[in-house]
Structure formats: C-alpha cells, structure tokens
C-alpha cells in the first residue's frame, strides 16, 4: 500500500550479517549524533523537514491562517455559493479553493485537514514503535521460545490487510481518534518489531555486550547501557519511514468511512466526499485535487525524510550490505 | 626463454576519485611465456588485482585512465574493443579468482556457470556443453562431478567450491590463466591441494599463469618467475629461486622475514613490515618505500628509483637506492641473525663509504 | 527443499489458528458485535464446517458472499500486479544502470510522487479525466462497470484498464524503487566481474546475473507485504465500485454488517497467508540458499 512497510521488510532481510556501527571518519560521535549530522547537510533533508515543520505550524495555527486568508471556517456554510441546482461553485476570489458540497471553504477545510493525519500518524507511529521495540527487544534478546512465539505472533499481524482490518475494527468500534490510532499501531507494529529484533540480535552477540556480559552486567543494565542507545538511531529512522504509511492509513479509513469523525475536516474524508459527487456526475474536482494535494506533499515530505535518515543508517553500517 | 605470449609495457591505471587521483598502477613491465607461471606478490593495495583485471578490460570506465600496453597474441588488449576484449575473455584468457563464494552466482548451479562461459564461446549444443562441464569439473578434481554439476555453490565446501571456480575459468582451454589469490580464506591443506591443482593444470594444458598473492610462501610452490610489487609498481623481478635465495630490495626482506618460521632464511619469529600501506593518492616523495625502509637514507626522500637489471644474475631486476654491495651484506647479515639496529647502522656506515 | 516447504506449511497452518485466535479476539472485544461464543467452538465452526458466519443483509453464508466476490478481486489483483511487473523491472534496472542520469532523477522521482499518492485518489483523478460516462476524455469504461471475464471478456478487460493502472501505478511505483536499490548491489556484486571475465554480452551480464539477483531479493519482500498489496486493492475496489472483497467489506460495514465483515477479514488474511506460502516456495526455487539455511 505504501513505500515504507516493502522498504524496512527488505533492510530487515538484507540485513541478517552482522551490524555493528562502523568507524567512520568522526569517531567520538554517537549514531544519533552522526545521524544528526548527515541529516543536516542534506539538502533534500532540509527541504523535507522544512515542510514537515511547515505542515505542523499549518494544523496548529489553522485558525490564524483562515482569519489570514479572509475565508470562513472549515464548517461553515456559505450562503449563496450553490447555485440553483444545490451544485457548489469552484474556486474564486472569495473563495480560492472552491467551495464543497455543503457550500463550506474548500482552503479552509484543507488547512483544518492536516489536523488529524498528523495526529493519527505521529502518535500511531509513536505507538507502533512502542509496542514494536518491546516485542523486537523481548523477542531478540531472550531469544528462545520467547522469540518463535512473539515473532510468529508478529507475523500473524503482518497478514491481516491493514485497510481490512482497519474496517472491520472501525466499523464496530465506531469513529474516534483512539480507534483509528489503535489500528495505525496495530498495522505499524509488525515492522518495527522485526528490525528491532534483528539489530538486538546481532547487538547481543556484539563486542560491547560481550565485554560487559564478561564482566557480570545484569540483562538490565546491559539492556539499558550497551542495547538501547544502539537502537536509538535505527528506531528513529525507521520510525520516520513509518509515518507517511500510517498516515496514508488514516486517509484511506477516512475515505472507507470509518474515519476519526465524518464532521471533521480531513483530507480523506475530503476526497471520499469528492468521488462520491464525482461519481454522480457532478464536476466537483476542486475538492479532489486540493485535498489530494495536500496529502501527496505530505506524503513525498515525510517519505524523503525517512529515506535520507535510513540511508544515513546504511553509512553508518547499520544496514545490511544489499541496499 | 620461447617468445612470451603476454607482455605488459609499461602498464598504468589511475581511477578518479572523490578524494583525488588513485595511481594504483604505476607503470610496470613484466611477460609471462607459454607454460610458465609468474607470481605477483604485494600487500592488498599494491595494485596487483587492478593490474591484472585491467588485462581483461575489467577496470574500464568513464573514471579510469589506462595507460602502457598489453601485448597478447599479436595485438595489443589495451587498445581492443569491448567487442573484441570479450571475444578473448573467458576463451584464450581467462580470470579466476578468491572468495568463490561471492565470485560464483548464488542462483545458478556451478555446472550452469561453466555451461554458460562454454556457450559464450562456443557453438555447441546444452548437452555436449554440459558433457564439457563434467568433464572440467573432473579435471579440476571434483569428486563425483555427475552429481556435483548441478550443485549451487553454496552446497559445496570451500575447496570444491575453489576448484569449481576454477572449472569455470578452465572452460575454453584459456591459453593464459589469471589466478587473483585463488587459495585466499582456505584452510593451509587445502590451499596445498589448489596449489598442486594449478600448477599440475599450467604443466598438463601448456597454459600461462599469472598468480596474484599477498603470501610470498605460496607463491614459492608454483612460480616460475615472481614480481614483488608495492605501491602500484614492481620494485623486484627474479627467477623464483634467485628472489628466495638473494633478494635484493629491502620490501622483499620484509616480506620473507614475515612469513611464519621459515628457519632456513634465518627468521625464527615473524617480523612484521613496520609502518602503513602508503597513500595511492599522496604518495611519498622519492622511494615510494622509505617510510617503511629501514635502510633508507637522507638522499631516498628526493629520488625515486627505476627497476634497473641487479648485478651479475640474469632475469634479476630491482628498484632500490642502496648500492648492490650494501644490500648484499645487509642481507647477509639478516641470514645471519643480526638485529636490525646494528645493519641499519651498517647501511648508514657502508653507503657513506661508498660515496666518498 | 521438500524439507524447506513442509516447514513452511507448518509455519502456515500455525498462522491460520492464530489469525483466527486474533480475529475472534479483536471482534469479541469490541462493540457492537455479541461474542456469545467461546473460542474453541469459533474455531471448530471455522476449520471444521468453513463457517464464516452469516450475512444478515444478504441472507447468505459469508464464505459463499466471498467466493462470489472473489474472481472480481483476483481479476484486479493479478492484473496489476502483471502490469507493475511489467513496469517496475524495466524501470527498476534501467534507473540503477543509468544511476545519476535525468532518467534515474526522473524516473525515480515520478515514482516517489506516485507512492506518496493514495491509490484510491489516484483512481479518482483518472475516472474524473477518463471515464467514459462523467470523464472530461470519456474513452474507457468507469465506476461500477466491471463485468465478469466468463460473461464477456471484452468488456471484462476494457472495464479494467483504468482500476489495473492505478493500482499498478501504485505498485510499480514501489517496487520499481525497491529494485534499483537491490539491483545497484547486485551490480557491485563479485559474480558480475566473474560473468564479464567470461566474455557474455552485456545484456547477459545485465539481465541474467545482474537483475535475476535483484529481482530475486524483492520477491522474498512480496511475500511479506501480501497483506499490503491486498489494502492496495481494497481501496481500488472502492474507489472504482468493482464489487470484489474490499468492497464486499466496505459495503457491509455502511449497512453496520459486521458478521460479513469480520467473516472477509479472516478469509481475506487467510489467503494472505497461502499465497505467502506459494511465493516462499516460489523464492525458495529461485534463490536455493533459503531452504540451505
């Protein structure tokens, strides 16, 4: 469905020879710091994390923006924008992007629309991550029939079609941001559970944990001196990965109706707006496109970000040599 | 000595980097006749694998500058043509080289891989192709090749896997054999039988060898001539006996003194050659060895030595700055046990002697 | 090999109970839907009699609601994916031999634009423009005209053109990335001189060696991400009312028919899960170091 699920199974695949950080040429520095650093003299980086920062000033001061720009906000009927036959008018000076099917601004509900895809994919990323470091840390480093059970559950998960599932549980469940969050997790997790194993694996059996495990570390402190601050890097960068696919999660159960809320303003729900219209003949294609726009800036942003950090990861040798 | 069937003039590679000019190869000269075999030794980044891909037009690219010529059956490879080059390569020459595993393709039976450089070459049917691979895998002293043609080569043992590879190369009766460190990774038994593989092959098919290694040690069994080479050159050349017994160029030295026991060379302990690799793109001023030499005087800084003919033994060249007088006593002394302060200060005493 | 695939089928029939167990777990916990049952009978009812439950609003097993539904899914699902292949592997391979050229920057770049897109927006645009009945250059068939490959495989075809290309767009856009990373490596790879040191053509070199490794690596990924490309379709589904799986489910959950739905659910992971089978056994033939290890 989306790029980051294909790209981080295939690291994980890739990656099963050993994984420990090269020396590079600036020792002293920590992965994270190293990360940090290639990220910031990359250009496309830069542009990607301008956006990113942009999206989130537009959701948060939405409100600002709608006065800014002299609309009427996202749930606002407009008078007098539908013309005879109940058909809303395109974008025009008073109103830019057009107005929808109920006569509400268009630009104003795409403003107010970044609101929950941002939400819904940053913190059901941050949940997936969670959950998935958990299972990945007990799997890879207790190893055992630990690992085989938690794996195989894992894998389990990876099966079901997370547009499916997210049906059927939205559907039962009924609309609501924590639902909606619950299913991105429970869609996300799989993935992050599998790196993390695979690099606690190889960590566990590394010089470092070796050495400390010689001189009598408890699981605890080896867990929390020599393998968390190694999966801090890898976790980040796949976590970006992972948020342009929860957020594409979003829009589509928000397309499928089952959505945080049908009153809302949100790019998916948006767009199942439009194609319903569309569908019935009616040349609504402003509130297709504007919305879908929106998405897709969305989308290339974060997909880039995460892109320049995994690749960050690969220079540092945490990835497996086949990229 | 018949007519060589390879001669390499005066061979350069130099490859653009982002950090600057590479000079992996730098200028050498060497020919190998029919049947015999040169050794070319030389730590990894002396230039020994880039020269000898570089016969085969394998370093070509859009950042690479070759330079010298590479006389062969007439016409010279460096010159010919991607069309041309790949009519030779893997006919009259071929490459074999270490690490099979990731030489050979994962995803193809070994049999497949020889049936394929048979059919590269040759008209001839799958069947009578794969009667051929067989055959070569018999010759190369698989046992069992019915069975073994259609093995991948993950499934064969490291030795096995070696002689496969080496089937591969075999594959059209190459005239000349380029062997990159084919016993590299193997255990010393095994690096024995692959030894005796080759050399028994280069005597049975009348075929050249050229055989690049960093271990001096191996290449005493099957060489007939050996080129030390160092920083992209080749700073001695001697009949393999001449260059065991008497060797003249303090690289060489240091080279036989760190092989492991070798009681009649006087060494009882290793004795690693100090120091490391230089820079190919920085390289030192004058010798290119004198950060390394023991020997090397004041005057070694500023003028780069020539491979010039040594005194008295035919076929000998070096490239060194100390009189041939001094390094013969100093190798002496090395035979004899001496410590090297006590030679290092010979050499300082002996060249100043003979300058005045 | 024989010893790989029954592991695998072992790995399977696990994973069939255990989606069961997850399913019968998320459904009963929820709302909205009466978990009268324990889970040794829902698993009973489902292994021994396939039953999937029932469809009120349709008065049917939901086992027979799917099956119906089912050449309508597989219709789009393998067209696209043919047509991703099709796509995605030129493309993927060319990019990575041309690597830093305008056609890598250019090709890639598209291909990032169209995975960042949603599949069903993407097939909202193309019915908007090309729809035969409100498109603005009406020349293919649009929505709710997809007509069943038995009863008229013209239209069957013609019905599919616009879904096949958004979802295989989506798709190749994916993959085609996946690949030029795989076949960049494979380039680097050891065996690629060995293959040029025996004298093959280029294109040999290339296709055979080069890119028979590359797309060898990505197919191991397909398998995994089955379920993914299932959501692809889902959505397409939708987007176009091609009355397959997905929108057997979409439909059901808009007339608050959860027995169907969870019924697709299971079946649909179920499938996931077989057709992962298959694809291991098929990767399990083309790279034979898997069932070595």
């Given amino acids: ?323 | 000595m018949s007519e060589p069937l390879l001669s390499v003039e005066g061979l350069r590679v130099a490859f653009e980097t982002d950090h600057g000019v590479v000079h992996a190869v730098d200028g050498i000269s060497y020919a190998v006749a029919p049947g015999r075999t040169l050794g070319i030794v030389g730590e990894s980044g002396a230039g020994k694998t880039v020269s000898a891909r570089t016969l085969l037009g394998l370093t070509r690219g859009p950042r690479t500058q070759i330079g010298g010529r590479i006389m062969f059956g007439g016409g010279d490879l460096a010159s010919l043509g991607e069309e041309g080059l790949r009519h030779l390569a893997g006919d009259v020459v071929a490459l074999t080289t270490h690490d099979p595993l990731s030489a050979l393709h994962p995803l193809y039976p070994v049999g497949a891989q020889v049936i394929e450089a048979i059919r590269a070459h040759r008209a001839v049917s799958k069947a009578a192709a794969r009667d051929r691979a067989i055959g070569l895998l018999e010759l190369v002293g698989i046992p069992d090749p019915h069975r073994r043609v259609d093995a991948y080569p993950h499934e064969l043992p490291p030795g096995l896997r070696q002689r496969a590879m080496i089937a591969v190369a075999l594959a059209n009766g190459p005239k000349l054999l380029i062997a990159d460190d084919p016993t590299r990774g193997l255990d010393v038994t095994v690096q024995a039988q692959i030894l005796a593989l080759l050399a028994d092959l280069g005597e049975r098919l009348g075929m050249a060898i050229v055989y690049l290694t960093r271990d001096l040690g191996t290449v005493a069994e099957i060489a007939d001539e050996v080129a030390v080479m160092y920083a992209g050159r080749i700073v001695e050349l001697a009949p393999a006996g001449q260059l065991f017994l008497a060797p003249q160029h303090p690289y060489t030295w240091g080279l036989l003194r760190s092989l492991p026991r070798l009681p009649e060379f006087g060494v009882e302990q290793p004795v690693p050659i100090s120091g490391p690799p230089p820079s190919l793109i920085q390289r030192p001023q004058g010798c290119h060895f004198h950060p390394r030499c023991p020997y090397a005087q004041d005057s070694h800084r500023r003028i780069d030595p020539q491979l010039r003919p040594a005194e008295g033994e035919e076929g000998h060249s070096v490239a060194c700055l100390l009189p041939a007088s001094v390094r013969r006593q100093i190798w002496q002394g090395l035979e004899a046990g001496h410590d090297l302060p006590s030679l290092q200060q010979l050499a300082g005493v002996l060249v100043r002697e003979g300058r005045s | 090999m024989s010893a790989y695939i029954a592991r695998r089928a072992g790995r399977a029939i696990v994973l069939l109970v255990l989606v069961t167990l997850l399913g019968f777990l998320l459904f009963t916990v929820l709302p909205g839907v009466h978990g009268s049952t324990s889970f040794p009978d829902y698993l009973k009812a489902i292994f021994l009699h396939f039953n999937f439950g029932y469809s009120g609003r349709d008065h049917q097993p939901v086992l027979s609601l799917v099956v119906g539904r089912l050449p309508a899914t597989l219709s789009l699902v393998v067209g696209a994916g043919l047509l991703a292949v099709a796509l995605a592997v030129p493309l993927g391979v060319l990019a990575a031999l041309r690597r830093g050229t305008s056609l890598d920057r250019v090709a890639m770049r598209t291909a990032l634009g169209i995975l960042s897109m949603p599949v069903f927006w993407l097939g909202l645009i193309l019915l908007y423009l090309f729809a035969s009945d409100i498109g603005k250059i009406p020349i293919f068939p649009g929505a709710n005209s997809y007509v069943g490959l038995t009863a008229d495989p013209g239209k069957w075809f013609t019905s599919l053109i616009l879904p096949w290309l958004a979802l295989g767009a989506a798709e190749a856009a994916i993959y085609s990335r996946l690949l030029r990373g795989r076949m960049l490596a494979a380039m680097d790879e050891d065996y690629i001189r060995t293959a040029r040191a025996k004298g093959l053509s280029e294109e040999r070199v290339v296709w055979g060696h080069g890119a028979v490794a590359a797309v060898a690596g990505v197919v191991a990924v397909v398998g995994l991400d089955l379920g993914g490309l299932l959501s692809g379709a889902v959505l397409t589904e939708t987007a176009f009312r091609i009355h397959g799986i997905g929108f057997l489910g979409y439909d059901a959950v808009a007339h608050a028919d959860f027995a169907t739905v969870q019924g697709t659910v299971l079946l649909a992971t179920m499938a996931v899960i077989v057709v992962g089978l298959i694809v291991d056994v098929g990767f399990a033939w083309l790279d034979p170091r898997v069932s070595a290890a």
């Fill in chain 1, 1 to 323: 469905m989306s790029f980051a699920p294909p790209q981080i199974l295939l690291d994980d695949e890739a990656s099963s020879g050993a994984l420990e950080p090269v020396a590079g040429g600036t020792p002293g520095l920590s992965p994270d710091r190293l990360l940090w650093h290639r990220v910031r003299s990359d250009r496309v980086a830069r542009i990607s994390a301008a956006v990113i920062l942009a999206l989130v000033l537009i959701a948060i001061l939405a409100p600002l923006l709608v006065d800014l720009f002299g609309v009427s906000g996202p749930n606002v009927r407009n008078p007098g924008t539908l013309n005879a036959f109940g058909l809303p008018s395109g974008p025009s000076l008073g109103h830019p992007f057009g107005v929808d099917d109920r006569g509400r601004d268009v630009l104003a509900r795409v403003l107010y629309g970044a609101r929950l895809p941002l939400e819904v994919g940053l913190l059901g990323t941050a949940l997936a991550a969670l959950i998935g470091t958990a299972v990945g840390i007990a799997a890879g480093f207790y190893r055992g029939w630990l690992e085989t059970v938690l794996m195989i559950v894992v894998d389990a998960f990876l099966a079901f079609p997370a547009v499916l599932l997210g049906l059927a549980i939205g559907g039962a469940g009924g609309p609501g941001l924590g639902t909606v969050i619950f299913i991105v997790a429970l869609a996300g997790f799989p993935y992050i559970a599998r790196i993390v194993r695979r690099r606690v694996r190889a960590l566990r059996e590394g010089q470092s944990v070796l050495a400390a495990r010689a001189l009598g570390a408890s699981d605890a402190r080896i867990l929390a001196r020599e393998i968390m601050p190694s999966l801090r890097a890898p976790l980040i960068a796949y976590s970006v990965l992972l948020i342009p696919t929860s957020i594409l999660l979003e829009a589509a159960l928000s397309f499928l109706g089952v959505g945080v809320s049908p009153a809302t303003a949100d790019w998916g729900e948006m767009i199942s707006r439009a194609g319903r219209d569309i569908l019935s003949g009616d040349s609504a294609w402003w509130y297709l496109i504007f919305p879908g726009l929106a998405l897709v800036l969305t989308l290339v942003a974060f997909n880039r970000a995460g892109e320049v950090l995994v690749e960050a990861l690969g220079e540092l040798g945490w990835r497996g040599r086949n990229r």
